[in-house]
């Protein structure tokens, strides 16, 4: 339950993340008027002075003065930067320099006219892209904007003055946007544009005389102190949302606009944009894909229009039904909508009208509690009429000469089949043969069927013969219902295979994606993910892809990635891991690559980009939304594996992080003991005045004892370092154990002064493969733990022998043992027994146990049943020694 | 300035950086019959070699300025005076690369002053000019290089030709520590360095046959990690 008075956390996040997002993005600044000509290059300009007089780090990106005289002269204070000349069919455009802006990294940058249309050749089509890029870059933004070109309001400036507007803008630039309304009374505008102050362009003064009535001016004047007004309270409302807010929203409101290829669409999704906008709620565009294939220019619309309604900020949806309808309040229920927004049917067109009308009627019938919302369409643009139902002579002849075929060999059988049993039951064969066909053929060949049979049957068979004439009543109603079945049924078995069609592509790509995604699960390093996400990829896509992953300064390809790419397509890859947007070939950003670039992005960063090349024209919405899918999948598991590296990594930092802290406060007194000793006993040699050999002897071999004790010391740190640091490697080599053995006794001579030392070394022990100096080591600590645990004199028991493939080498002592409650951690760390003796550092056994297991091995410590200790190393051979040795 | 007998002095070059080691080695060195001179850095080192024509060198490996090995080979380059390396390293990497350098001999600090009195007698003994001995004695065991002939308390000892040959690279060096790729190129050639295999076998027998109480070697020692030595007792 949620406390009432207290913010929803999601929208506390949500205000949170566009708080940080304003942090690290730069701010836009829009000067916005309701036509050209208010003064907004001017208002912009003396706001520039303004902050430029504050100190601020500010250039001009792109200012188009137009040749006005004020407006020159307050730009000319302002640094600027040199424009970009590019030729397009010999005409020399300027533009702004984008890289240059970027590289120069202002604090603020001055771009006119977000809504210019960039020249071909550039890196986006749009001015606002560029825009977008400084603003992502962290540079702030001044720029000027008529309230015709934004996304949403275009459609009614349209309506409103009837002039085209091909330049938009989308409204999600603005929505982060401070917005600077520059306003003049219509009337005084009317008077400047009369003295020439209004620069118009090229085009013909008498159209524009006529968008600069009085009338139209007041209208847009409102749209855009609408518009400014809106977006106040949208401030409000998110100041509201990190506020406590008394009673929620009152409605759950969710959208739903049904897209098509129709032109109409276009409209339908920017007045649902409008609607979400002003009760603050998301909005859903569904396709509902029928089994009927589009034709070319019908699926590029389609694409275009769900590409607007994605960049209006709708959540797109792509389904498959026959039956629109039917397809529409499936989406709905299962995304609670609460309104269903169609277009209402033009009456041009009577076949769109019964289409449309079946569809509302339908829709009213079933919806229940969602409302239904039926919004006048219009026509956009100088768009093509919506596609008349019409023959599409897509003819499939191969398909129609078999059904033909088939169709005469049945006649043929009927004909011999007639004599014996009268003209009716060759009707039924034929009406068998036209469900059969169904099957397997298309539904064009199929009706071809089932009218030529009926045809057939009429003209061969009914009599009288040879004509279509029927003679019989009864004939006749067999003959109209034989017509009728044959075409419905017909028409059923070959929709209902078309969906099934419909329904295995989905399935495919469904399992597609389900593949990749347990293939990439199943992978546990980076390489894996990127080589199976290659891999998977190149399955699904048939296609070559590449993964380049940012490495220590740059971005590099993987070398596992079937595409190479050129340095060009690197850039082009890289521009898209910066920007955390598609680019190259199917977009709007740097179109003019080879491959398509989808950049790898989470939530929480981006981790790579996904380069794919794919020879087609176009890339159908289902393909791009799997790859889109699959991009995101790898993704996350490119991240989660980026992720528990790194928490492994400070797992490993904390470890040892936790042993520095025991080492020190352990071994600041086991280094400042002998050092003590070793001071003391110097001074008391230094200040003895008379020379008395025994107390020098005594106090030179206090030194000696300490200074070995400190370099011992010294030695299992070091080991105990190396250990912890994972840079033992042993050396594995063939080794005489019985060699081994004795090395490490004689350099334990003094150590192991008047105790008996009991060999046992079994026969003919075949050289064994360790590394030599670290099983010394190992031995060594474990004599040295007998001789400090044990009471002098106790003799200690060697053995060494092989069993099962390992070789077991034991060191046993007949002492008091070891305490049974310290047997469970007595090979970890500063571990010591409660009556040890001073002078160890509980760091021996495990560095003991350290050195075997980096063999591989294990180790063992146990009380022997006559009493004593016994430790046994048990070390894997799985080599048998090589021979030959007397080469 | 101490010296002992009439003996004509010795002349020591101490490479070292820390003042204190220099310090301790001067008195020592000095108090024993040695003259000495000392570099702090590794150049400086080569510059004295050179100029002062040691007749034995105690080389540092951690020098400020150049890696003990480096220096080593330099000098190497133009001449075999007596090479120990003195080193606070241990590991036995270390130790190899050193003495397939060329080094004579590895002390690891901290060393007992007896223990460098002794290596020091034993290189310099070893790398005078052998004009009498073709003959190693060593307790009761004879080589008789001249002769191929292999005596342990006077009685003839058969031996192969590759435990021969084994056997004679240790005399000849003895007192010195032969690393295992040394012995093993060698005795078998260049192919064979990696086989310790071959060596570990052939040392068990050349024991076998050699020593008092082959599991419990005096004559032929193992230097864990980086290979054997063949020791003199008078």
Redesign the interface.
């Known amino acids: 339950m949620i406390e009432k008075g207290r913010p929803n956390p999601d929208a506390l996040l949500a205000a949170i993340q566009s708080e940080a997002a304003r942090k690290t993005r730069g701010r836009l600044k829009v000067f916005l008027g309701m036509c050209p000509g208010v003064g907004k290059t001017y208002a912009m300009l003396e706001a520039a002075q303004r902050e430029w007089k504050n100190g601020r780090d500010l250039v001009v990106g792109y200012v188009e003065t137009h040749g006005r005289q004020d407006t020159d002269a307050l730009a000319a204070g302002l640094p600027a930067i040199a424009r970009k000349e590019l030729t397009h069919r010999d005409l020399l455009l300027a533009e702004m320099d984008l890289d240059a802006v970027l590289a120069r990294r202002p604090q603020i940058a001055l771009v006119d006219e977000l809504a210019h249309t960039n020249a071909p050749g550039s890196r986006h089509p749009k001015r606002w892209q560029d825009v977008n890029e400084l603003l992502d870059a962290g540079i702030d933004i001044y720029t000027t904007l008529n309230v015709q070109h934004l996304e949403s309001r275009a459609d009614t400036v349209r309506q409103i003055t009837g002039a085209e507007i091909r330049e938009t803008v989308p409204d999600s630039l603005l929505d982060l946007a401070e917005i600077e309304l520059v306003d003049l009374p219509p009337a005084d505008l009317i008077d400047r544009l009369k003295s020439g102050k209004v620069y118009l362009g090229e085009r013909a003064t008498s159209a524009a005389q006529n968008f600069f009535r009085e009338g139209n001016l007041t209208a847009l004047r409102e749209l855009a102190l609408r518009l400014v007004a809106d977006h106040v309270s949208v401030d409000t409302q998110e100041f509201h949302r990190t506020q406590p807010e008394p009673g929620a929203w009152k409605t759950g409101h969710r959208l739903l606009v049904a897209v098509s290829s129709s032109p109409l669409s276009e409209s339908l999704i920017r007045w649902t944009r409008r609607m979400a906008d002003s009760l603050k709620c998301p909005w859903l565009a569904v396709h509902v894909e029928s089994s009927r294939p589009l034709d070319d220019a019908a699926q590029s619309r389609l694409e275009k229009h769900l590409a607007l309604a994605r960049t209006l900020g709708a959540e797109v949806i792509d389904t498959t039904d026959d039956n629109l309808a039917r397809g529409l309040l499936r989406i709905a229920q299962q995304n609670n909508v609460s309104q269903i927004i169609v277009g209402k049917p033009s009456a041009s067109n009577w076949f769109e009208w019964w289409r449309a009308g079946r569809l509302l009627r339908h829709l009213t019938r079933e919806s229940g509690n969602i409302d239904l919302q039926v919004v006048r369409a219009e026509k956009t643009g100088n768009a093509p009429p919506p596609p008349r139902w019409r023959w599409r002579p897509r003819l499939n002849w191969k398909q129609y000469a078999f059904a033909a075929g088939i169709l005469a060999a049945v006649a043929l059988v009927n004909a011999l089949l007639a004599q014996f049993t009268g003209p009716r039951v060759p009707g039924f064969v034929f009406l068998l043969t036209v469900v059969l066909l169904a099957l397997v053929l298309e539904r064009g060949p199929v009706l071809f069927v089932g009218a030529a049979s009926a045809l057939v049957w009429d003209y061969f068979f009914l009599p009288p013969k040879f004509t279509f004439i029927i003679s019989s009543t009864e004939d006749g109603m067999l003959f109209g219902m034989y017509f009728v079945i044959a075409i419905v049924l017909g028409q059923q078995v070959a929709r209902i295979r078309a969906q099934e069609l419909a329904e295995r592509l989905r399935e495919e790509r469904a399992t597609a994606l389900y593949q990749l995604t347990r293939e990439l699960a199943q992978a546990g390093t980076r390489d894996e993910v990127v080589w199976q996400l290659i891999a998977e990829v190149g399955r699904i896509f048939s296609a070559a892809a590449a993964v380049v992953l940012p490495e220590v300064k740059s971005l590099r390809a993987h070398p596992d990635s079937s595409l190479v790419l050129t340095d060009k397509e690197l850039n082009v890859a890289e521009w898209a891991f910066r920007n955390r947007q598609a680019a190259g070939k199917f977009t709007d950003n740097l179109p003019g690559s080879d491959n398509l670039h989808l950049p790898l992005t989470t939530e929480r960063a981006v981790v790579g980009v996904l380069s794919i090349h794919l020879p087609l024209a176009t890339l159908p919405l289902a393909r791009r939304d799997l790859l889109e899918a699959c991009a995101r999948q790898a993704a996350l598991v490119l991240d989660r594996v980026a992720l528990r590296a790194a928490s492994e990594q400070s797992k490993l930092v904390a470890e040892s992080e936790r042993l520095s802290n025991t080492l020190l406060s352990s071994i600041s007194h086991e280094l400042r003991t002998p050092l003590a000793a070793i001071t003391s006993a110097a001074s008391a040699l230094a200040g003895s005045k008379t020379p008395d050999p025994d107390f020098n002897r005594s106090m030179i071999s206090e030194i000696q004892e300490a200074s070995a004790r400190l370099n011992r010391l010294v030695g299992n740190l070091l080991d105990v370092t190396r250990l912890d640091s994972g840079h033992v490697r042993p050396k594995l080599d063939w080794c005489d154990v019985g060699d081994l053995v004795q090395t490490t006794i004689r350099t334990l001579q003094r150590e192991l002064t008047g105790r008996e030392v009991k060999m046992e070394i079994a026969e003919n022990l075949p050289l064994a493969k360790l590394d030599f100096t670290l099983m010394q080591q190992a031995l060594t600590n474990l004599l040295l733990n007998v001789v400090a645990h044990t009471p002098a004199k106790t003799p200690i028991l060697l053995q060494v022998r092989r069993e099962n493939g390992h070789l077991i080498l034991s060191v046993a002592d007949s002492g008091p043992g070891l305490p049974p409650e310290l047997l469970p951690r007595i090979f970890d760390k500063f571990v010591r027994a409660p009556d040890a003796p001073a002078g160890g550092s509980g760091l021996g056994l495990a560095i003991v146990k350290g050195f075997v297991e980096a063999h591989g091995g294990q180790i063992a410590a146990a009380n022997r049943p006559g009493g004593g200790a016994i430790f046994s190393i048990y070390l894997p051979q799985t080599e048998t020694p090589p021979g030959g040795a007397s080469a | 300035m101490t010296t002992t007998g009439a003996k004509p002095e010795i002349a020591v070059l101490v490479i070292d950086d820390e003042p204190q080691i220099r310090r301790l080695l001067r008195v020592t060195l000095e108090a024993n019959g040695y003259s000495v001179t000392d570099a702090p850095t590794g150049k400086d080192g080569i510059v004295q070699a050179a100029q002062s024509r040691p007749e034995i060198i105690l080389l540092d490996l951690g020098l400020p300025d150049l890696d003990g090995v480096e220096v080593l080979k330099r000098i190497r380059e133009w001449s075999k005076v007596p090479i120990i390396i003195l080193s606070v390293r241990?590991r036995?990497d270390d130790k190899i690369a050193a003495l397939d350098a060329g080094a004579d001999d590895f002390v690891t600090k901290?060393f007992s002053s007896g223990e460098l009195l002794a290596r020091l007698r034993t290189t310099l003994r070893r790398s005078q000019p052998q004009t009498t001995s073709v003959l190693f004695q060593s307790g009761d065991l004879e080589v008789d290089l001249a002769n191929r002939q292999v005596r342990k308390k006077g009685q003839e000892v058969k031996l192969?030709p590759?435990e021969y040959a084994l056997l004679r690279l240790l005399v000849v060096h003895a007192g010195k520590v032969l690393t295992h790729r040394q012995l093993l190129t060698e005795v078998?050639g260049p192919n064979?360095a990696e086989?310790?295999?071959?060596l570990?076998?052939?040392?068990?027998h050349l024991r076998e046959k050699l020593e008092d109480d082959a599991?419990?070697?005096k004559f032929i020692?193992?230097e864990?990690?980086v290979g054997y030595r063949a020791i003199e007792q008078e």
């Open positions: 241990d036995e901290p192969t590759t078998w064979a086989q310790t295999h071959y570990r076998v052939h040392i068990a599991s419990q070697p020692l193992t864990p990690g």
